[in-house]
């Protein structure tokens, strides 16, 4: 997929998509909670993911906990059996960032958003070190497109059509969809956190479609709402609240902290967003789990 990334201000990103057929699909990866330097990290799923992201050409983004990072000197959750052994080091962080880095370079040019999770800003907060922007940096230093966001932001994804000769089409034909993002902060054992999704409608308004991770559930749920068109007249709109999943497994081997204190099992794996822009106005959207 061809694309540019903008940067607009510390809470937007757009995403830009020249299109020219109305039928055809354009595939997103959103993922969170990879912790990708956890030995219990299911790296082989989430490579399958990446691979497949990549075969139907679509772009990774990705909301928070990218890395796990408990195994710094000073940690009290630190544990010897939590700690993969290409981080042995004195220089721990360092490891960490480079190994992500490299871990991530065969999908870096289709991966155009990472941001904050709360493994992220405690080692800003307790090590003032920022691991994410470590990350990213060497990303973009070998070509990366992607952006670092922090904590909450926005996502535009313009599809437009270049302007024509004749008058008719002198004007860009825009089609755009917001996307609203919180790493997380409501969780809920029986509900799933689902019912996050009415709060963070009713904080972000523009958002057609809300992502949150942190509490490692995966769901899609549409919260329809009324719309009011130029001229009065009443529409309902669906409106997408996903949570994207964790790739940790922490569940297996009848033990640990995990199994102790939460119980309930995960759900591993990220989401698939599908998004084709519409004749008359608006984009279409479809979601489904990445299997």
């Excluded at 039928?23 to 990446?50: E, G």
């Excluded at 009324?226 to 033990?255: A, D, P």
């Amino acid at each position: 997929m061809k694309c540019d990334v903008i940067r607009h201000s510390p809470e937007l990103t757009e995403i830009r998509i020249p299109y020219t057929s109305t039928t055809a699909q354009y595939n997103f990866f959103l993922a969170s909670d990879i912790h990708l330097d956890n030995p219990k990290c299911d790296r082989k799923l989430f490579k399958k993911h990446l691979d497949e992201m990549k075969q139907r050409n679509g772009k990774a983004l990705f909301f928070g906990d990218i890395m796990c990072l408990m195994q710094g000197k000073k940690d009290r959750r630190g544990s010897k059996g939590d700690i993969r052994p290409e981080h042995l080091g004195g220089n721990y962080f360092d490891l960490v960032f480079n190994e992500t880095a490299n871990w991530l370079k065969p999908w870096q040019d289709d991966i155009v958003m990472m941001s904050d999770g709360n493994h992220e800003t405690a080692i800003i907060n307790h090590n003032e070190v920022d691991p994410l922007g470590n990350v990213v940096r060497i990303m973009r230093d070998s070509g990366s497109p992607v952006e670092h966001m922090r904590y909450q932001g926005f996502v535009w994804f313009t599809f437009y059509q270049k302007a024509g000769a004749n008058a008719q089409q002198r004007q860009e034909k825009i089609r755009r969809l917001t996307l609203g993002f919180h790493h997380g902060t409501w969780g809920g054992v029986i509900t799933k956190g689902t019912l996050g999704g009415g709060r963070y409608a009713s904080i972000m308004p523009d958002a057609d479609v809300i992502i949150n991770g942190h509490n490692h559930e995966r769901t899609i749920v549409a919260h329809p709402c009324y719309r009011l068109n130029n001229s009065g007249e009443q529409r309902i709109e669906q409106r997408w609240h996903i949570q994207t999943g964790t790739y940790k497994q922490e569940f297996s081997g009848g033990g640990g902290f995990a199994i102790e204190r939460i119980v309930m099992p995960k759900s591993l794996g990220g989401c698939f967003l599908k998004l084709r822009p519409r004749a008359s106005s608006g984009v279409e959207i479809t979601c489904e789990p990445a299997t």
